[in-house]
């Protein structure tokens, strides 16, 4: 079955305290993204991949870290969290076509508690 | 800069009525346009888009959206409402071509018996 894949899906951690969500997906994509999602501001880009060793900031990069070493995985690191990072994070991908706009196939989310 | 609005956060629609969700968007030119839906507790399923051509898309479930470049809209529509439909909506658009979505802040669907 065709998915992406987050762990873990429900997190409690405290301020300060280095953690890692992972990302994976079976789909052979290229492109892979990061999402945070806020009540009242929809979603939004953290980071993205175009693909392997190749990423970039998104909208709200600040306090966060990603890295693309293999083509299926795409871990989000938060350094040393902070109660404003208290969301739901969501990992996306999909493929890239020339000239041509794919659909971004969804993870199920993580919810972050930082305390 | 692209932006998206959702004008409504949240619509109460009864069961079996018909519905549209509203969608305008701002960008100097036609970007992909997308809505999604998350079920509570899920991630975001698409059910449609429009890169080009028929303004009248149809998509999954029922849904059917419409571009319409005077008023830099995609509204979404369905016709008779199920109680399953209770969900998040978002709208989301593309201007670049490169995969970066801009979402709109989404519009929560409770559907009454």
């Known amino acids: 079955e065709a998915q992406v894949t987050q762990n873990p899906r429900y997190l409690i951690t405290v301020t300060g305290k280095k953690l890692t969500v992972t990302c994976s997906q079976n789909?052979?994509?290229?492109?892979m993204s990061w999402y945070r999602q806020d009540p009242g501001l929809g979603l939004r880009q953290i980071y993205y991949s175009m693909n392997v060793e190749v990423t970039d900031k998104g909208d709200v990069p600040e306090g966060y870290k990603v890295s693309r070493k293999e083509k299926r995985n795409f871990p989000l690191i938060l350094e040393s969290p902070s109660p404003n990072q208290t969301s739901l994070y969501f990992c996306a991908s999909s493929s890239t076509g020339e000239g041509i706009q794919e659909t971004q196939y969804f993870g199920p989310g993580t919810r972050l508690l930082v305390l | 800069a692209q932006s998206v609005t959702q004008p409504d956060i949240h619509i109460t629609v009864s069961e079996g009525a018909s519905l549209e969700l509203r969608c305008n968007y701002s960008?100097?030119?036609?970007?992909?346009l997308f809505w999604y839906v998350q079920s509570p507790g899920q991630g975001l399923q698409l059910l449609l888009k429009y890169f080009s051509g028929d303004t009248l898309v149809q998509g999954i479930k029922g849904f059917e959206a419409e571009f319409k470049r005077s008023q830099s809209s995609f509204n979404l529509r369905k016709p008779s409402v199920h109680w399953s439909d209770a969900a998040e909506y978002f709208c989301a658009v593309d201007g670049t071509g490169f995969q970066k979505l801009v979402f709109g802040t989404g519009t929560r669907l409770l559907v009454s018996p």
């Open positions: 960008y100097g030119a036609t970007p992909y």
């Open positions: 789909m052979n994509h290229e492109y």
